[in-house]
C-alpha cells in the first residue's frame, strides 16, 4: 500500500524524500507499544511461572526452592480449590444468565419511539460505567439486614442477605445484574436496531404471530450481539474480584480470584499462588480466544 | 408501505412503555437512595422504616474533609459563636475540628482523590498517546502478521488483574515502585492501551486515506499529513477514547488495593476502608460517593452516542 500511494505521487516532488518513509512511520509508531505490553504484561507473566515452580513466599525470607510441579499437582487435587471454582461457576451462571434476561428485556421494551427516549437510555445505562468496588459498598448500604429499604420494601424482617452463607453469593449475583444487564441491553438494542423494517412489514402482511416473527426474526438477526454479549461477560464475570471482595466476607462468596487474592497477598503463599494464577490465566485466554473470534465475525458483517 | 397497526399493537405498546419508566424507576433507586443518604443528618441515615423525605444539608460533605474528633463535653457558646458556619455543622454533630497551629486538618480523602486524579490523568494521556499512533500503523500500513498482533495487544486487555498484580508487586517491591503513582501509573497505561489501540484503530480506519494522499500530492510529508490532517479528523475519537481510559483508571480497584496502601492510594480502595466496624457513618461515607461517582455519571452523558463502541473495543459502530 505504501508504495502504491508513491506511485500516485508527482515523481518531481520526490515525496519519498521527504521525512521519515513509511516504514520508519510505521515501525515506530507501533513498536513503543508492542514493546511497552511486552515488558508490563508479558514479561510479569514469565516472571510468575518461574516462582510457579518454587515454595517462595513473598513475606519470608527463606531461601527458595525448586519443587516442580508440585504446587500445581497440590492445586489440581485440593478440594477446597475445586469449591471455589464451583462456586465461581454458580456465580457466574447466576448473574450472566440475569443480566443476558434482563439486559435483552429492556432492550425489547426500549425498542420503540417514545418521549425522552435518548435520556432514558443514557440513565439505564449509568451502573456499568461506575466502579464496582463502590457499587458493591452502597448496595451493603441497601441490603443492610436492620435498617436497609431492600428489606424494607420487601418486608423482610432483618434478614442478612450478606451474611447467610446461602444467599450471599445471590445477593452479590444481584448487584452484579444490575450493574451489567445495560451493558447487555446496549447491545441488544444496537442488534435490534439494526433489523431492517421490511422484514416485519412483510411478516405482519403474511398474518406471522408475535411469537412467530420474535422467534423467526428477531432473534435470529440479533444473536451475533448476544452472543458476544454473553461470551464477554461470562469473561468478566469469570474473573469478578472487587463486587464479591467489597459486598461478602462469607466462604460461600469466595470466587476463585479472591481466593487467589487471599493467597497471595494473606497467606503469602506466593509459589503457589503464582501456579493457581497460570490455571486461571488458561481458563480466561481460553474464553478470550471465543470471544475475539467473535467480535471479528460481528466487524465482517 | 403502511404497516398494519391493530389496537391490540397499540396497547401493547403503552404497556412497554410503563415497564420503561418502571425499570428506570426501579435502576435509578439505588443511585438515588446513595445521593440522598449523602445530604441526610447522621441520625435520619439509619432509620426505620427508611427515611425519604428529609431536610437536605452538606454536613456529610464538610465532615468528608476535615479531620474531626469527639468531644467529651459540649462546645462552649463564645467558641460555637465565634466559628465559622462549617465548622458549627461539626459542633453540631458533638465533634470538633482538628487544627494544627490555626490551620485545619484535612481528612484522608481530598489527598486519595487526588491520587485518583493524577493517576488516571496521566495514565490516560499516555495510554491514549501512544494508541493514537499505533492505530494509525495498524490502519494504514501492512504488516506481517497484524491480525496476531492486534489479538496479542487486545489479550492482555483479558488478563485478570489478580494474575498480572502478584508478579507486579514483587517485581515493583525489588525497584521500590510499590505504593508510588510511577507504579500505578505504568500499569494503567498497560491495561488501557490495547484498548486504546483498538478503539482509536476503529476511529483512524473511518478517516478516508485519501485526505492524507491529497495532502501528500500537495507537498506534505507523511509525518506532516499525520499531524495536520489526520490528527484534526481524529479529534472525536480521540476524545471519547480518552474519557474511557480515564473512566477505567479512576474506577479501578485491584491494582490499587495490592499496589498502594497510603500515599499513593486511590479513592476506590480508600472509600470502602472508611467503614471499618462499629457504627459506620454512611453520611459521610456517601458523600465521598457521590463525589467520586459525580464525574463518571457526567463522563457517561458525554459519550452516550460512543459507549456502543466503547464497550466493544471499537468493533461495532453502528
Redesign the interface.
Known amino acids: ?2 508504495t502504491a ?1 508513491m506511485n ?3 515523481p518531481r ?1 520526490r ?1 519519498a524524500a ?3 518513509s ?2 520508519t ?2 515501525n ?3 513498536i ?3 514493546v ?2 511486552i515488558v ?3 514479561f ?2 514469565i ?2 511461572l518461574g ?1 510457579s515452580f518454587t515454595d517462595f513466599s ?1 513475606a519470608s525470607n527463606e531461601p527458595v526452592q525448586f519443587v516442580g510441579l508440585q504446587n500445581y499437582r497440590d492445586l489440581l487435587t485440593d478440594e477446597n480449590i475445586w469449591s471455589n471454582f464451583v462456586i465461581t461457576a454458580k456465580y457466574v451462571i447466576v448473574s450472566v444468565a440475569g443480566q443476558m434476561l434482563v439486559g435483552f428485556g ?1 432492550a ?3 425498542n ?1 419511539s ?1 418521549a425522552f427516549k ?1 435520556l ?15 457499587v ?7 441490603y ?1 439486614p ?4 431492600i428489606n ?1 420494601i420487601f418486608g423482610l424482617g432483618d434478614f442478612a442477605w450478606l451474611s447467610d452463607p446461602d444467599t450471599a453469593l445471590y445477593a452479590v449475583a444481584i448487584t452484579d445484574i ?1 450493574m451489567w444487564a ?2 447487555v441491553m ?2 441488544s438494542l ?1 442488534g435490534l ?2 433489523v431492517p423494517k ?1 422484514l ?2 412483510a411478516a ?2 403474511d398474518r406471522a404471530g408475535s411469537w412467530y416473527t420474535f422467534t423467526r426474526i428477531t432473534l435470529p438477526l440479533v444473536s451475533p ?1 448476544l452472543m ?1 454479549a454473553l461470551i464477554f461477560r461470562t ?1 468478566e464475570a469469570f ?1 469478578t ?2 463486587i464479591a471482595y ?1 459486598m461478602s466476607t462469607q466462604p460461600t462468596t469466595e470466587l476463585i ?1 479472591i481466593r ?2 487471599k493467597q ?2 494473606q497467606q503469602w503463599d ?1 509459589g503457589k ?2 501456579a493457581l ?2 490455571i ?2 488458561i481458563m ?2 481460553a474464553i ?1 480466544n471465543m ?2 473470534k467473535y ?2 465475525r ?2 465482517e458483517r | ?1 403502511a ?2 397497526s391493530s389496537p391490540r399493537k397499540a396497547v401493547f ?1 403503552r404497556l ?2 410503563v ?2 419508566l418502571i ?2 424507576i426501579v ?5 438515588y ?2 445521593a440522598s ?1 449523602a445530604f441526610k443528618p447522621r441520625e435520619l441515615a ?5 427515611t425519604v423525605f428529609f431536610t437536605p444539608e452538606i454536613t456529610p460533605f464538610i465532615k468528608l474533609f476535615v479531620k474531626r474528633v469527639q468531644m467529651t463535653k459540649p462546645v462552649d457558646k463564645a467558641t460555637y459563636d465565634a466559628a465559622p458556619w462549617w465548622e458549627q455543622r461539626i459542633y453540631d454533630g458533638g465533634e470538633r475540628v482538628l487544627r494544627t497551629g490555626g490551620a485545619v486538618q484535612l481528612s484522608a480523602y481530598p489527598d486519595r482523590f487526588m491520587n485518583s486524579l493524577i493517576v488516571a490523568v496521566i495514565s490516560t494521556i499516555l495510554a491514549v498517546g ?2 493514537t ?2 492505530a ?3 490502519s ?4 506481517a502478521g497484524e491480525a496476531d ?1 492486534l ?6 486487555r ?14 515493583y ?1 525489588a525497584v521500590g515502585l510499590n505504593d508510588t503513582h510511577v507504579g500505578l501509573i ?2 494503567y ?2 491495561f488501557n ?2 484498548f486504546s ?1 483498538w478503539l482509536m484503530k476503529g476511529f483512524m480506519d473511518e478517516i478516508p486515506k485519501e485526505y492524507e ?1 491529497a495532502a ?2 500537495d ?6 499529513a ?1 499531524f495536520k490532517i489526520v490528527l484534526p479528523e481524529a479529534a472525536t475519537g480521540i476524545a471519547a477514547t480518552a474519557v474511557f481510559c480515564f ?1 477505567t483508571a ?5 491494582f490499587a488495593l ?1 499496589l498502594t496502601n497510603r500515599r499513593a492510594q486511590t479513592a ?2 480508600f ?2 476502608s472508611q ?1 471499618g466496624s462499629g457504627l459506620p457513618d ?1 453520611t459521610t ?2 458523600a465521598g ?1 457521590v463525589l ?2 459525580l464525574p ?2 457526567i ?3 458525554v459519550l ?1 452516542k460512543h ?2 463502541r466503547g ?3 471499537g ?2 459502530r ?1
Open positions: 500500500m505504501a500511494v500516485r505521487l508527482d516532488s515525496a521527504r521525512g521519515w513509511d516504514l512511520i510505521r515506530v509508531f507501533i513503543p507499544t508492542i511497552f505490553l508490563f504484561n508479558i510479569p507473566l516472571y510468575s516462582y513473598a429492556l425489547l421494551l426500549l420503540r417514545f435518548g432514558v437510555t443514557t440513565l439505564l445505562l449509568l451502573p456499568m460505567m461506575m466502579s464496582a468496588a463502590v458493591g459498598l452502597f448496595w451493603r448500604l441497601l443492610s436492620s435498617w436497609g429499604p424494607y444490575w445495560p451493558f446496549l447491545l444496537a436496531s439494526a421490511h416485519y412489514e405482519a402482511i450481539l458476544i469473561m474473573k474480584f472487587d467489597i480470584s487467589l487474592y497471595a497477598f506466593t499462588s503464582c494464577a497460570y486461571v490465566l480466561v485466554l478470550t470471544y475475539v467480535l471479528n460481528a466487524k | 408501505m404497516v398494519v405498546n412497554a412503555i415497564g420503561v425499570a428506570t435502576f435509578l433507586a439505588p443511585i437512595w446513595i443518604t439509619t432509620t426505620v422504616p427508611p501512544f494508541g499512533f499505533t494509525y500503523g495498524f494504514r500500513f501492512k504488516m498482533l489479538f496479542f495487544i487486545l489479550s492482555t483479558m488478563l485478570p488483574p489478580i494474575v498480572v498484580a502478584i508478579p507486579m508487586f514483587l517485581m517491591r505504568i500499569l497505561v498497560a492501551l490495547s489501540v494522499e501528500l500530492v507537498g506534505y510529508s507523511r509525518m506532516q499525520f473512566i479512576w474506577n479501578e480497584y485491584a495490592m476506590p480502595p472509600i470502602p467503614l454512611w461515607i456517601a460517593t467520586f461517582l463518571v455519571a463522563f457517561t452523558f452516550r459507549l456502543l464497550v466493544t473495543f468493533a461495532i453502528k
